[in-house]
């Protein structure tokens, strides 16, 4: 069975560096859009305990999904 793999990278730019990848992508401001992550755990963290996490995110004020992401 195949099994899917999922990669991801995260980078904290500088505003100059934005715009400039930005133009260098010939992006607008129309390209982009805003979401809210909300992260729920009990107060003795047992959803982090089973290194797991629990995310609803809202997209575009309008849409929300609930995601749980963990080790298998």
């Keep these: ?12 730019l500088m505003k100059e560096e934005f715009k400039q990848l930005k133009q260098h992508f010939q992006l ?3 390209d ?10 009990t107060p003795q963290f047992d959803i982090k305990s089973q290194l797991a996490a629990l995310r609803m995110r809202e ?12 080790t298998t």
């Design 28 to 30: 607008k401001d129309a």
């Design 32 to 41: 982009f859009h805003t979401q809210t992550n909300y992260y729920f755990d």
């Design 59 to 70: 997209k575009k004020k309008r849409s929300m999904g609930a995601h749980i992401k963990g």
């Design 1 to 12: 069975m195949a099994q899917e793999i999922e990669i991801e990278l995260k980078q904290l």
